[in-house]
């Protein structure tokens, strides 16, 4: 039994010591892994205490760092569509397009508190917009200038030594020229000696003066104004159907040019500092009674000389190009020949209408960067002053009336015909009226004017075009003849009847020219 305790005592000592030897063992490691780095792969699995114990902190920020995707969800930011304005319905957007907002309402203080009657034209012009062109230079000299002019003018002198405008040379002018070298035009029997002239030097490429060339535009004189003179005096011509004016100094030398759309967009720009004109613009086109229901327009399938043709013989500077419902399409004017001044664009002569628009919008897009498709049309509901912003950003002499199907603004307007498509003719010459007789022919390209490059197209439906399913069927035309003519009556003045220049100027055109049209046109009775 003494033994048995003896050997029972002796065990449990042995494991003391074992215990307290291990203790000091792990003491010992304990002290040691304080003053050294542990080996990496201790830190591979982390103890219970790193998660339960003295860490339970840190463990908590990690959890709270690493939050799920639909917890991230919770506090997601508002959606910008939240804090958008809502879109205009549509009718809110064609009355915005029917009314839009007037002219600066800040005007120019040069003009505030005074009567626009009493303002002198010469405060609205200015001498950078006069351009010179002696008669003895080239018509390719004139039509170089022509192109750069900002008012789409000329002036024409005798010599270098003087400042006296004796005429102009314009696009009207330019069209009448390409008319007579590609045949269209049919001459006077007191003008056949100038054809036969003109011809020859054009098959030679020689460089024709303007002041042989000048016989056959039949233009009327030149209309002078003295820089004092006020603008009562101004609207009343300008009123009347005349174009534009050649303003001068005192001593008659040339110092402005006064054209309808300087004076309308004059009045658009500082309106609201003349009342009389300001309570007009947002009457309707249809109570203002202004406009025409006789209208000149051209199928847009038709062939580009048709229109060119049809613009001389009513003495126009535009035409409307329609396709077979009558519905706008397109707008083609007197300053659209400068894409005909190269030889290399002869063919569009031949080609449709359409591909002519096609061309023109196209290098709108490629050489200026303007993706955009004026639009020159209204309807009887459109403001005044919608009609005005139209013609001053478009810088066009007229706007086409479209029928409205109501007078609700969220009305659609006539729809169009369906896809059309137009057959292009094979590029040709044009036949020249040989020298002898003004109806043989002798296939001669036009000379050219002006070298530009030409810019290949291809047609484009009526349907297609950007913007064509917004216009309507044809019905009228206004014109800044028109608006110039009621802004003067509106003030007691006296303008006279635009139809009598309208007729004077269609009758100086239409005997220089073969009147092809005139079969096949229903209403061309007017000019504006």
């Not at 060119?308 to 399409?329: C, I, P, R, W």
């Amino acid at each position: 039994m003494d033994a048995s305790q003896g050997s029972g005592s002796g065990s449990r000592e042995l494991k003391e010591t074992r215990a307290t030897s291990s203790t000091s063992l792990a003491s010992s490691v304990s002290n040691s892994s304080s003053s050294q780095k542990p080996p990496v792969l201790a830190q591979r699995s982390p103890s219970v205490s790193i998660s339960a114990g003295s860490g339970s902190n840190n463990g908590a920020a990690k959890s709270a760092h690493r939050q799920s995707f639909v917890e991230g969800l919770r506090n997601a930011p508002s959606s910008p569509r939240s804090q958008r304005h809502p879109s205009f319905t549509q009718a809110a957007l064609q009355d915005l397009l029917n009314h839009p907002p007037s002219g600066s309402k800040h005007g120019n203080p040069r003009f505030s508190g005074r009567d626009w009657r009493d303002v002198s034209i010469g405060e609205l012009v200015s001498p950078d917009d006069v351009k010179w062109v002696e008669f003895d230079n080239s018509i390719e000299e004139a039509t170089m200038l022509l192109l750069k002019s900002s008012t789409n003018v000329v002036l024409v002198r005798e010599n270098t030594d003087t400042q006296v405008a004796v005429s102009t040379f314009d696009f009207t002018d330019l069209n009448v020229y390409l008319l007579v070298v590609v045949g269209l035009a049919k001459p006077d029997e007191d003008q056949i000696e100038v054809f036969n002239e003109i011809l020859a030097k054009a098959r030679q490429g020689s460089q024709i003066p303007l002041r042989e060339v000048f016989p056959l535009f039949r233009k009327d004189p030149v209309v002078h104004l003295s820089a004092t003179e006020d603008l009562a005096q101004a609207i009343q011509v300008l009123g009347s159907g005349i174009h534009r004016l050649v303003v001068t100094s005192p001593s008659g030398d040339a110092i402005g040019i006064a054209s309808q759309l300087r004076l309308v967009e004059f009045f658009w720009n500082e309106g609201v500092n003349f009342p009389i004109i300001d309570r007009l613009y947002p009457v309707l086109l249809r109570d203002l009674g202004i406009g025409t229901k006789q209208i000149v327009s051209v199928n847009s399938d038709a062939p580009l000389s048709d229109a060119l043709t049809l613009m001389h013989n009513e003495g126009l500077t535009s035409v409307a190009v329609v396709d077979n419902g009558l519905n706008v399409v397109g707008n083609i004017s007197t300053k659209d020949v400068r894409h005909l001044t190269s030889s290399s664009n002869a063919h569009l002569l031949s080609d449709s209408c359409m591909h002519f628009i096609s061309v023109i919008l196209n290098e709108r897009g490629v050489e200026k960067g303007r993706d955009v498709f004026p639009v020159f049309y209204v309807n009887p509901y459109s403001t005044l002053a919608h009609t005005v912003a139209k013609l001053v950003a478009t810088r066009s002499h007229r706007m086409w009336i479209v029928e409205s199907a109501s007078p609700s603004p969220s009305a659609p307007a006539t729809p169009l015909m369906g896809p059309q498509g137009f057959v292009t003719a094979p590029p040709a010459q044009p036949s020249l009226p040989s020298a002898g007789s003004a109806s043989g022919a002798a296939p001669v390209a036009p000379p050219s004017p002006l070298t530009l490059p030409a810019i290949p197209v291809s047609t484009v439906p009526a349907s297609a075009m950007a913007g064509a399913r917004l216009s309507g069927r044809l019905s009228g035309v206004v014109s800044l003849t028109d608006i110039l003519n009621m802004f003067a009556r509106s003030t007691g003045l006296n303008p006279a009847d635009p139809g009598e220049q309208r007729a004077r100027r269609r009758r100086s055109s239409s005997s220089s020219v073969r009147p092809s049209l005139d079969s096949s046109r229903a209403s061309l009775d007017i000019r504006r």
